[in-house]
């Protein structure tokens, strides 16, 4: 080949010893050179090829002579558009994949010049394969970290600090995603990423970001974020300062992560921990309430006895007794909303309670309010108490009505719903799995959010005082919960409000279910002994006033320990043990298991401002126990007493 070219036209007249020299210089190129030399005909066959070749091969001059690129190049290589190119150009590069020898594959990349000499063409390649091995696998690395930055919702980015920087501000894809931000359209400025920053954050951002740099340190802050659709996120931005050898900030690095659907889950968190404290305190006020209604109503009870029609005084304790009631139908709604209600639960069909309620509902709601009813077929069966779920529609459908004083429409809808555990997330004490959505939508003025927030808390209320006690959406939101089920609300102001209350459903079937009566009992006096345990000192002798009148022997205690002490010294039968649930130092569970030592054939009654299915969880109380529900009245206690000491005895076990 060297002798080709020292023979081109123009070289001819030159000596024999001046072309010497130079071929032998052309040889020591092309020998020495580690670039892959190949020089091939007009068929593409080698003619020859230089030892960087050989080693890159793994195999020599003379087998490689007469061969060409193809026979080393792996199948689906594009042959024909790399030929297309060096036809047209009379030059083409590119990479281009081979089989070795010894069966390794490695990539060229190749410069080819056509017809350096008639008939002869150049081409000159190297080994690039670590290097798109290396590439490949940086591209990889940026491909999964892309991935797991979209995974974890969590994008990085980088302020240049330096004077002068053309585009100061980069950042990864899932921070323009955040943002909102075309990324192709980002003109790495600061401004366009401030200004998605809400107003009310920027300038703590700017104080955080001043500080880390003048300090050297960094900084952590959430901020919302506004995207260009008007949806407004929130995002966790963490940050530090990066400083050149002398010590002078030239870079700050950061990572952006979005965090509106933690933000989400807290808020619902922290309400349901809300609500769940409202409804320890709202059951506790009603166990205390109901101490004091209970005396209330035993002593106007026990005045109305003894006055007659005509007394002056009269009118008054009616008055007492009606006030009192009303305080003690308070009540019963705070032990709803606090879930310490006694209920009845009973497989039942929502459109059949629906369609029953219909004409009593069109009364209450008035003319001027339109009712329509669109009841699934097939509904799924749930189980809760029918009483309580027709109360759950009475309070919603008078919330739609006063909500629109001018009239409108109101609407009750049925179906069944999949609930997936992305749809419960999006709703506070959701829960996934199938169940019946009872909804209740209206046309009225609808809710701002300040109100939505506090919708379910006892006592709170928009109306006007005295037109409102607050007490009717929290005993909505205590029946749905006691039932197993949470409620959903769309509202906002001028749009009208949506309740959607999604009730667990049933695998059991519909059936009758008969109703246990309880014992008649005709005479409830009695000449037993009952020892009497109550802490609430007006109670206590309200209730031995009353068994005393009766003519049962009453001892009476204000604790446990006095009540034990009371039934070893007594020298004659206890026949019944009358006791508080909770009790100071002792409650009435244990105090009924040790008085049982003591007096293995008396009964015991059990008496609370709390329910027995609220005790049964709290104190383990059996679901057949005695139990009186305070506030009473003289013919609750004494029924009560009387039933239990009239009750059969199990026989004793063989």
């Known amino acids: 080949m060297f002798k080709e070219l020292e023979e081109a036209p123009g070289e001819a007249t030159q000596g024999a010893a001046e072309i010497a020299p130079r071929e032998r210089l052309l040889r020591a190129v092309f020998d020495g050179t580690h670039s892959v030399i190949l020089v091939g005909d007009d068929e593409g066959r080698f003619v020859d090829v230089n030892p960087a070749a050989c080693a890159f091969f793994g195999l020599t001059r003379e087998e490689l002579i007469g061969r060409q690129t193809e026979d080393f190049t792996l199948p689906g290589w594009d042959q024909a558009s790399a030929r297309r190119a060096y036809r047209e150009h009379g030059h083409a590069e590119g990479d281009i994949p081979l089989r070795l020898a010894d069966g390794s594959v490695r990539v060229l990349h190749y410069t080819t010049t056509a017809n350096i000499l008639p008939g002869r063409h150049l081409a000159v390649a190297r080994d690039v394969t670590k290097e798109r091995q290396d590439a490949d696998e940086i591209r990889q690395s940026r491909a999964l970290l892309e991935q797991a930055q979209e995974v974890a919702t969590m994008g990085s980015w980088t302020v240049d600090l330096r004077p002068g920087a053309a585009r100061p501000i980069s950042g990864s894809k899932e921070v323009f995603r955040i943002l909102g931000i075309e990324e192709a359209e980002f003109d790495g400025l600061g401004a366009t990423v401030f200004e998605r920053v809400h107003p009310d954050d920027r300038a703590p951002l700017q104080e955080a970001a001043a500080q880390a740099i003048l300090e050297g340190t960094g900084f952590a802050l959430d901020l919302r974020v506004a995207r260009p659709d008007g949806e407004l996120r929130w995002v966790h931005d963490r940050a530090r300062v990066e400083c050149n050898h002398h010590g002078v900030p030239i870079r700050l690095i950061g990572v952006m992560q979005d965090i509106t659907e933690r933000k989400r889950l807290e808020a619902q ?54 006030a009192a009631q009303r305080a003690a139908a308070l009540t019963r709604q705070l032990l709803v909303f606090s879930r310490k209600q006694r209920i009845a639960p009973k497989v039942i069909d929502v459109n059949l309670l629906v369609s029953d309620m219909e004409r009593m509902l069109r009364r209450m709601i008035g003319e001027d309010v339109h009712l329509q009813t669109a009841l699934a077929p097939g509904l799924w069966s749930v189980r809760a108490d029918p009483g309580q779920l027709e109360q759950v529609l009475m309070n919603l459908a008078v919330n739609s009505r006063d909500a629109m004083p001018q009239g409108g429409g109101l609407r ?48 709170f209320t928009t109306k006007d005082i005295g037109k409102g006690t607050g007490l009717g959406l929290a005993t909505v939101y205590g029946i749905v919960r006691q039932a197993g089920g949470f409620i959903h609300v769309d509202s906002s102001p001028g749009a009208g409000t949506t309740f959607e209350v999604f009730l667990p459903r049933s695998e059991e079937s519909i059936r009758a279910v008969r109703r246990a009566q309880p014992l008649a009992v005709t005479d409830s006096s009695g000449t037993e002994t009952i020892l009497l345990v109550e802490d609430e000192a007006v109670v206590r002798r309200l209730a031995a006033d009353l068994l005393a009148s009766a003519g049962y022997q009453v001892i009476d205690v204000g604790n446990g320990a006095e009540a034990l002490a009371a039934a070893d010294s007594h020298p004659g039968t206890i026949h019944l043990l009358l006791t508080d649930v909770i009790l100071p130092g002792m409650s009435g569970v244990e105090l009924a298991e040790r008085f049982r030592a003591l007096c293995p054939s008396a009964r015991t009654v059990f008496m609370s401002g709390y329910t027995a299915d609220a005790l049964a969880e709290q104190a383990h109380l059996a679901s057949d126990i005695a139990f009186l529900q305070k506030p009473f009245n003289a013919d609750g206690l004494m029924q009560s007493v009387r039933a239990a000491l009239d009750r059969p005895r199990a026989a004793p076990s063989a």
């Open 269 to 322: 968190f922290l309400q349901a921990q809300k609500m769940e404290s409202v409804g320890r305190m709202a059951g506790g006020v009603a166990h205390d309430f109901n101490n004091l209604l209970t005396a209330i109503l035993g002593y106007a009870e026990m005045m109305r006895r003894d006055i007659q029609g005509t007394h002056p005084h009269a009118r008054a304790v009616e008055e007492i007794e009606r």
């Open 412 to 459: 009750l809808t049925t179906r069944n719903a999949l609930v997936t555990q992305e749809q419960a997330r999006g709703i506070v004490g959701g829960h996934p799995g199938e169940c019946v959505v009872l909804t209740v939508s209206d046309d009225g003025t609808g809710m701002e959010p300040a109100v939505l927030a506090h919708l379910f808390e006892p006592f």
